[in-house]
């Protein structure tokens, strides 16, 4: 398997554009799982799909982001209007839930710049 | 509220010279901690899953170890190549949700 996949994987745009972040997840993995990573904060989770059904966003920081999950191979994280604030290295990981704790597999991150 | 904290924040090692790494956590049944490395520019690679008090895990240099209040990641005769960010997680029965630590960053000079 060719591991969960993101793109772009480095995104520079200016203030007040909208950006569309994207996420493969690995195939046969029933939650999907968006974070965002910034020196100051660590990694936080913003949003998560099981069944690609949106569980729990409470980790979204503002209106200004939403994501979505069609279908169970695709995910997208928007942000409109982007803001400097929001630059950090976003990242997808996809688990499949056993009778265990699920381990979660994250993909390469894409890396924003909001100028 | 799950609570992950880790330390030291920074590890300077040199090659050859063993330590350990300190997960301590506070959680509402544990479903299973995890331990991740990371590599600067990439995403968290996975390394052990551990469900119980005195279970442990190794791999190739690294051996996971957990009680009922932390874990620790012991490092044995390190290389350079080891040298990255590890990660600490928790997964609780409240949730489907990973709580992070902050991370170690280790350094291994040669």
């Known amino acids: 398997d060719a591991g969960v996949i993101q793109s772009p994987r480095h995104e520079v745009t200016e203030m007040g554009q909208e950006v569309t972040l994207r996420c493969k997840p690995i195939?046969?993995?029933?939650?999907l799982f968006w974070y965002r990573q910034t020196m100051m904060r660590g990694l936080e989770l913003l949003i998560y799909f099981n069944n690609n059904v949106p569980i729990d966003d409470s980790g979204m920081p503002e209106d200004r982001f939403s994501a979505k999950m069609p279908n169970a191979s695709f995910s997208t994280l928007k942000i409109q209007p982007s803001e400097p604030r929001d630059s950090a290295v976003y990242f997808c990981a996809s688990s499949f839930r056993g009778a265990k704790g699920e381990t979660q597999y994250f993909g390469p991150g894409t890396r924003l710049l909001v100028l | 509220e799950d609570q992950v904290t880790q330390s030291p924040e920074a590890l300077r090692l040199q090659e050859g010279e063993s330590s350990s790494l300190n997960c301590s956590y506070t959680?509402?049944?544990?479903?299973?901690l995890f331990w991740y490395r990371q590599d600067p520019g990439k995403g968290p690679e996975f390394l052990f899953t551990?469900?119980?008090a005195g279970e442990e895990k190794e791999k190739e240099r690294l051996k996971a170890t957990l009680t009922k209040k932390e874990s620790f990641l012991h490092i044995t005769a390190p290389k350079p190549e080891d040298s990255a960010t590890y990660l600490c997680a928790v997964h609780s029965n409240a949730g489907n949700m990973l709580t992070f630590g902050g991370g170690t960053r280790l350094m291994v000079k040669p």
């Open positions: 959680v509402s049944g544990l479903r299973g």
């Open positions: 551990l469900y119980s």
């Open positions: 195939s046969g993995h029933d939650y």
